[in-house]
């Protein structure tokens, strides 16, 4: 689900304009669509209709409390990586009991925060892991649920930093060592084993090398059932890709098919972590164009956004859309979109036709998953606003930093 539209030339997110948010809250400004979100999850929950399955959303695309609680409140689960994503989860009114907790290190202090709330389970992802948390289990008198977070040796043919689900990564456990350590997991009193897990990447557009690493790990749940190790769940993890320009975007029922086809008549409960799929289509980063350069052989339009609020082009060289809020008449010329940091990194878009004046504010599409989470305040500027809009009603989700926050922590040295 789309939810832009223009009208009179001017864009609109669901039954507000973009310009009444800008004028309202400010630029830089994340803008989210509740209804978007909401059809995100929708088209995953009916891909899955009829069969035993748990969406976990994972925060770290997206994890703005109002985001989180749009997805609680549609029985969403999550997956986390973090003491602080698994806080928010909570402040969001989230399920501990639907929270999977994955990421290659946790810390102790993550683990007791996780065990005293029982979520469902943790996807480990070493041996040293594994004894630390039934160190950790013992201690509190609890006994954690584990997964196993199996590298099935998979490439995913995704962008190389954000592949993980090959042998050279730094994730999971080898496939090789996973009967092992599994044993050994059953072994020790303070953990239980509960499922099995892999994420093999993300932006995958193709669900071929899903449904491979989905059969290597189908044989290897196999293999422990024969041996004695009940599997009860097969987390199957994120990835499904979304469109940023042109690619060919499968529905989540078709990006699903093969999955479920391997998984067919299964008893065991089926586990998803999808991230970007659920928002990243859901959300945009509106801007306004401060100066307008004409160079040699270049025309820069320096923004009020920057790397700093939206890295992924600089980190990924990722391609986001670049429209006008309201579309001038009459022909544009080609623009490197850019912020003000001092980086020559620091770009949001190349080469954009754009009819531009001062003034004009932009909408960086396709900005939900990645956006917000990845930013910082490098050159002390103070994190952008975000605003969920909900049919007619624009609602702000988190305000403006102020620059007196960014050095509130900080002390200089006495005397
Ligand atoms: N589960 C695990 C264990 C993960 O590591 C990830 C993403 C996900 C689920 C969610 O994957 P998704 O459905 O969003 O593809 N910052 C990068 C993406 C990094 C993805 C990291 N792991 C970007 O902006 O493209």
Redesign the pocket.
């Known amino acids: 689900m789309n939810p832009l539209q223009r009208q009179q030339g001017a864009l609109r997110i669901e039954d507000i304009a973009l310009a009444d948010i800008a004028a309202r809250f400010g630029t830089p400004c994340y803008v989210y669509s509740r209804a978007a979100l909401t059809a995100a999850f929708e088209d995953y929950r009916s891909a899955l209709a009829g069969r035993n399955a748990l969406i976990c959303f994972?925060v770290?695309?997206n994890s703005n409390l109002a985001v989180l609680n749009v997805f609680a409140r549609l029985g969403a689960g999550f997956?986390i990586v973090s003491g602080g994503e698994l806080a928010r989860v909570m402040a969001a009114g989230g399920d501990p009991a639907r929270v999977v907790f994955?990421g290659v290190s946790k810390t102790e202090m993550e683990m007791e925060q996780a065990l005293d709330l029982g979520i469902r389970c943790f996807n480990v992802e070493s041996a040293s892991e594994l004894e630390r948390l039934d160190a950790v289990a013992g201690r509190l008198g609890k006994v954690a649920p584990v997964s196993l977070r199996v590298n099935p040796d998979v490439d995913p043919k995704t962008h190389p930093y954000?592949s993980?689900g090959l042998k050279t990564s730094k994730f999971g456990v080898p496939f090789e060592d996973a009967l092992a350590l599994y044993h050994r997991a059953a072994a020790l009193p303070h953990l239980r084993v509960e499922g099995i897990d892999c994420?093999i990447g993300?932006?995958i557009l193709d669900p071929a090398p899903a449904a491979e690493a989905a059969g290597k790990i189908i044989g290897l749940v196999d293999r422990l059932a024969a041996e004695g190790i009940a599997i009860h769940h097969i987390d199957l993890?994120?990835?499904?890709g979304i469109r940023y320009r042109d690619e060919a975007v499968l529905s989540a029922a078709e990006y699903l098919a093969p999955l479920l086809q391997i998984t067919a008549g299964r008893p065991e409960q089926l586990l998803f972590?999808?991230?970007?799929?659920l928002v990243g289509n859901a959300g945009l980063l509106l801007t306004r164009v401060e100066v307008l350069k004409h160079g040699e052989g270049k025309n820069f339009a320096v923004v009020d956004a920057a790397m700093n609020d939206l890295v992924?082009p600089a980190l990924?060289d990722?391609w986001h859309d670049i429209q006008p809020v309201q579309s001038r008449p009459g022909p544009g010329q080609p623009y490197e979109i850019v912020g003000p940091v001092c980086e020559s990194g620091d770009f949001l878009g190349h080469d954009r036709d754009l009819a531009l004046a001062e003034g004009d504010l932009l909408a960086i599409l396709s900005a939900g998953?990645?956006g917000m989470t990845?930013s910082s305040n490098y050159n002390s500027r103070p994190r952008a606003a975000e605003v969920m809009v909900d049919g007619a009603s624009a609602h702000l989700v988190r305000r403006r930093e102020q620059i007196s926050e960014l050095f509130g922590q900080e002390a200089i040295l006495p005397g």
């Open positions: 994972a770290k695309a997956d994955s954000i993980t994420h993300s932006q993890g994120g990835g499904k972590e999808p991230g970007r799929s992924r990924y990722a998953a990645y990845m």
